[in-house]
């Protein structure tokens, strides 16, 4: 069955320090999701991409978040400088009809 | 905005039935999804229903939809306890998720 593969599955970083996250999607889902996740929250919305093109950024701290899906596949979040309260679960998810999937996300700790 | 509420804890007793609730603003969104979490792990799709739909079953799982109401139930059977996860209601367009629901399950 094909999956979402992100990496890594766990960071730990240095706050200020650059952090990146990759994610592969199912081939063939135009639509791709990156969320953020806190402990003890639902998943919010960080960047939506329809292939190339950001859908929705609204909700990303532009000043230090910035995303990319050059090739409108596989997709980088990047996180610069890195705060202590960036610690959180990072979820991508695709969407190539109906149903949408999520891969396993990355766990951020930022210390 | 977009908006998905739900009520946060659940406890049932392995083989009741378990319903949790869910509350949405966006009356457009064309399917409502529910998925459950895992400790750790990503979000898996348990099933989903379209708008015009009231009701879906599958398996142990029925899903009611009053879109009068905008409220969206998902009602486990004969509840296992490795049923016990966090589950969420989403809504289609910008895939918009509420707080979730921890189910508990004791033996």
């Known amino acids: 069955e094909a999956e979402v593969a992100q990496s890594p599955r766990y960071k730990i970083t240095e706050k200020s320090q650059a952090v990146a996250f990759w994610c592969d999607p199912i081939?063939?889902?135009?639509?791709l999701y990156w969320y953020r996740q806190i402990l003890g929250q639902g998943p919010e919305l960080l960047v939506q991409f329809q292939d190339e093109s950001v859908v929705d950024d609204s909700q990303l701290p532009k000043d230090r978040f910035s995303a990319e899906r050059l090739k409108g596949v596989d997709s980088t979040l990047k996180i610069q400088p890195a705060e202590l309260g960036d610690s959180a679960m990072y979820l991508c998810?695709?969407?190539?009809?109906?149903?949408?999937?999520f891969g396993q996300g990355t766990r951020l700790t930022v210390v | 905005g977009e908006d998905v509420e739900q009520s946060l804890f659940l406890s049932v007793r392995e083989g009741d039935s378990s319903v949790i609730n869910c509350t949405y603003t966006?009356?457009?969104?064309?399917?409502l999804y529910w998925y459950k979490q895992e400790p750790g792990a990503g979000l898996q799709l348990l099933t989903y229903?379209?708008?015009?739909?009231d009701m879906k079953q599958d398996q142990r799982l029925t899903v009611l939809l009053n879109k009068k109401d905008k409220h969206l139930s998902l009602r486990i059977a004969d509840t296992q306890t490795g049923d016990s996860a966090i589950y969420f209601c989403?809504?289609?367009?910008?895939?918009?998720f509420g707080q979730g629901t921890e189910l508990s399950v004791k033996p």
């Open positions: 966006d009356s457009s969104s064309t399917y």
């Open positions: 998810a695709c969407q190539g009809g109906t149903e949408a999937f």
């Open positions: 989403a809504e289609k367009g910008k895939l918009i």
């Open positions: 229903i379209f708008s015009n739909m």
């Open positions: 081939s063939g889902h135009a639509t």
